[in-house]
């Protein structure tokens, strides 16, 4: 059975300090990646997704992620976050079969402080 | 905006009682699901469909059932509502057979 893996439950950062997100999944297959953020109060949004080619995937607002087979990885990053960026942070992981269900990770909170 | 509608938004239920909520989305996708969020635990997978009549069930599918006589609608029914099921639930469709979800905004409810 798939499941995801996300590290860090909170992670409490400056203004301009660089984020890394850690997501590790279990799945033998080929896999779709995706990072969704929600914002209080809010629905999930989708950040960025990996299906397949270039393993470094550029999402919206300034996130990116780095796919690593081997490591069974799928890290989020951003250079330098704002304030605006605290929400939960969740990975996902589908295996590439027509309309499966996405497994997500227990989510990570990011608080940012100005 | 995926066109998707859940109702009600938000609902305070005695235990024991049934329970349906309802998600409707405006533009005939095939694929559907249910998903339930708490805290520690994100976003879990209740049940999903693959069309008309088509569905089936997820890790937490326990406790609820679903149906789906029409496209658009989505209905997911707690028989006998009870406190553990006290959650938010997530409708979300996807627009392609392999794409990204795309989600509702949520239904809170509340067993007492």
């Known amino acids: 059975a798939q499941s995801v893996s996300q590290h860090n439950h909170h992670v409490i950062l400056s203004e301009a300090a660089s984020l890394e997100l850690g997501c590790n999944y279990s799945y033998g297959g080929t896999v779709n990646l995706f990072w969704y953020v929600q914002y209080p109060g809010q629905h999930l949004q989708l950040l960025l997704k990996y299906f397949s080619g270039d393993p470094l995937v550029k999402g919206i607002k300034g996130f990116e992620a780095e796919f690593i087979k081997s490591k069974f990885s799928f890290n989020l990053r951003k250079p330098s976050v704002q304030w605006s960026d605290t929400a939960e942070y969740f990975c996902a992981v589908s295996s590439n079969q027509a309309g499966t269900a996405l497994i997500f990770g227990k989510g990570t909170t990011l608080s940012v402080s100005s | 905006d995926a066109g998707i509608t859940q109702s009600p938004r938000h609902k305070v239920t005695e235990t024991g009682t049934p329970v349906t909520l309802r998600c409707h989305q405006t533009e005939n996708h095939r694929y559907m699901y249910w998903y339930r969020q708490d805290p520690g635990h994100g976003l879990r997978l209740i049940h999903y469909s693959y069309g008309v009549k088509d569905t089936d069930k997820g890790e937490v599918s326990d406790g609820y059932s679903v149906s789906r006589s029409k496209t658009e609608d989505f209905l997911l029914t707690l028989e006998s509502a009870t406190s553990s099921q006290t959650s938010v639930y997530f409708c979300?469709?996807?627009?392609?057979?392999?794409?990204?979800?795309?989600f509702g905004n949520g239904t809170r409810l509340t067993v007492t």
């Open positions: 979300a469709i996807r627009t392609e057979y392999n794409s990204p979800l795309h």
